[in-house]
């Protein structure tokens, strides 16, 4: 299983391969896509995630081998690209070396600057949580 750094160099790398941000954003609604199933019973108001403009809801739990594992959906589908990008980063991996993680990959590709504040402030949400889970959860 690969950590969070390699995971985030090989999203680094995907994104290299893409010339404009139309491509970009192509590419992160397929992520969003190809977004695993997320159960009806947690979609509930204790799973949103405020601070986005859309509904974001995302549950964490931690497995046997100490790893913390997410789920996630949203109600759009740029955001749920967002999100699953951030389950890819994060899913599986120990609450510390979440908390601890580097951002960088964010800048590096990007994203932060071609999102709208919106976005961006929803982006910022998201990871939050998932660091407040990382950090619980430890």
Known sequence: MSNIAERQAEVISEFQMFSTWMEKYEYIIELGKELGGFPDSERKEENIISGCQSKVWLTAEKRENGHIHFQADSDAIITKGMVSLMLRIFN???????????????????????????????????????????????
Not at 111 to 120: K, M
């Open 92 to 138: 599986d991996q120990p609450g510390s070396a979440i908390v601890a993680a580097d951002m960088n990959f964010l800048t590096t590709i990007g994203l932060l600057e071609n999102l709208s504040q919106t976005r961006s402030n929803g982006l910022a949400a998201m990871i939050k949580q998932i660091k407040t889970y990382g950090f619980l959860l430890q």
